[in-house]
């Protein structure tokens, strides 16, 4: 079966995003023509035109045929919650679902002029989902579905081939250990300092840590590789190896501990960089990471999320690609949970400055402890529900739910008490064991 999509031009946007929505998301074969005496040959038509043919008709707004980049009139409007972008007079769908999905998968409008905040990232704030309150929402995914019960409703004959849902299970090392391989001098330092601050009970625990009496408190590794093994988990670990800096104080990648942990974890689950703070200016340390990371695990390093969660389009994800990148996890807010991109399922990458998709696959995150902990100020025995509700909203979807947590999480430590068991709990609820939704629900 194909879904053959009428319109008056061709150009690589309508090509991008129909192909996404058709076989990403709805399972179906699909072919743009542009003829319109072919249209009467075809079975199942979407009329993305203005003309009065046959199918199912969405009128085109200017996005999918414009170059370059510009303010657009999105046109929003909402009915009982449904919120619409680009709205218009068409017949069966009355707005631009494809230009709305485009608009918000390929970021377009984080190419505009916005404010950035402190940490030179985008503004949850400032993005058109969190203005018009459907930041919490896959949206895109909401609109494929409609569109879909409209197809199923004009073509019953007309089979889709859904995707499943799935976990991915990732953790960003930026401190591997609280204490030890952080070599003498700082070492020494951190000891003066608990002394000249009497903080007596802190410095006899790094004395005991050193001498190898009681564990590192941020080693949980063999914690986070037991679930990984038990519920037979698709992880991801996400290593800081960059240099000491304000905002980069992660171990020396030339602690032998560290090179043994990093070789170790790769025997058992992905490795991936997490690319330091300075790297965000300067992209020739975003190589020299990458290389050693690759030289650590004997192969080629694929998969990245940035530290901070410092993404500047259309920047960052070019120099991933420079370096030869396929995935990237960093595609969502620091301060808020939500879908940045409007969609729970990845991506490829397109790039509205060359016009063009790239092979560069974005996993979008929805929410990370961190943020539940320290931008929403909640204790871990309130946490639990802001996971459950961002599970339910991805498998509803069936979509890819990608938790984020640290391993210094699991700790136990300080004020991480509790929170492992947040975690625990989460992993079990978001197993694809526990969908019971039909993927043609």
């Keep these: 079966m194909k879904v053959h999509i009428y319109s008056t031009d061709i150009s690589n946007r309508l090509k991008y995003i129909t192909q996404y929505i058709f076989g990403d998301l709805l399972g179906v074969e699909s072919e743009i023509i542009t003829n319109r005496d072919e249209v009467y040959t075809k079975e199942f038509i979407v009329n993305y035109s203005n003309q009065d043919v046959a199918g199912v008709q969405i009128v085109p707004e ?12 999105l046109k929003i409007k909402k009915d009982d919650g449904f919120v619409k972008l680009f709205v218009n007079d068409g017949k069966d769908i009355d707005f631009d679902l494809f230009a709305g999905a485009f608009f918000l998968i390929s970021r377009y409008e984080e190419y505009l002029p916005h404010q950035r905040d402190q940490h030179d990232r985008f503004k949850p704030e400032n993005s058109v989902a969190f203005q018009n309150g459907f930041l919490d929402e896959p949206i895109v995914n909401v609109w494929v579905d409609y569109f879909r019960s409209v197809l199923s409703e004009k073509y019953p004959r007309l ?21 030890k391989e952080k070599g003498p001098i700082r070492a020494i330092g951190g000891l003066g300092k608990d002394f000249l601050t009497g903080q007596w009970g802190k ?5 005991k840590c050193y001498a190898g009496y009681i564990p590192d408190p941020f080693d949980t590794f063999e914690f986070v590789l037991d679930l990984h093994n038990k519920h037979s988990l698709k992880s991801i670990f996400f290593f800081h190896v960059g240099d000491y800096d304000v905002n980069d104080k992660s171990i020396p990648v030339s602690s032998n501990r560290l090179q043994a942990l990093v070789k170790g974890i790769n025997d058992y689950a992905d490795v991936g960089l997490h690319p330091s703070y300075a790297s965000h200016t300067k992209p020739e340390k975003l190589t020299i990471e990458f290389a050693r990371l690759a030289k650590l695990i004997h192969q080629p390093v694929t998969k990245s999320r940035y530290h901070f969660i410092k993404l500047k389009l259309p920047n960052s994800y070019r120099e991933l690609i420079e370096n030869d990148v396929l995935e990237d996890y960093t595609m969502g807010y620091a301060s808020k949970m939500g879908f940045r991109a409007g969609i729970c399922h990845p991506f490829k990458f397109y790039d509205l400055d060359y ?10 995150f929805y929410l990370m402890e961190a943020t539940v ?11 639990f529900p802001y996971f459950q509700e961002y599970i339910d909203k991805v498998r509803k979807h069936q979509g890819v739910f990608t938790s984020l947590w640290h391993n210094d999480s699991f700790s136990e430590w300080g004020q991480w008490k509790g929170w492992k068991s947040v975690y625990e709990k989460m992993i079990v609820e978001a197993l694809p064991a526990n969908n019971e939704i039909s993927k043609d629900a």
């Excluded at 889709?160 to 591997?176: E, G």
Aim: hydrophobic share 35%.
């Design 62 to 73: 200017k996005l999918l045929f414009s170059k370059g980049i510009s303010e657009q009139n």
């Design 159 to 179: 089979e889709f081939s859904l995707p499943k849902y799935s976990f991915i299970n990732s953790i960003d090392v930026d401190y591997a250990y609280a204490y």
């Design 203 to 207: 410095m006899m625990e790094k004395l």
């Design 355 to 364: 016009d063009s998709p790239t092979q560069l696959t974005v996993y979008p």
């Design 373 to 383: 902990k320290y931008y929403f100020k909640e204790d871990y025995a309130q946490a």
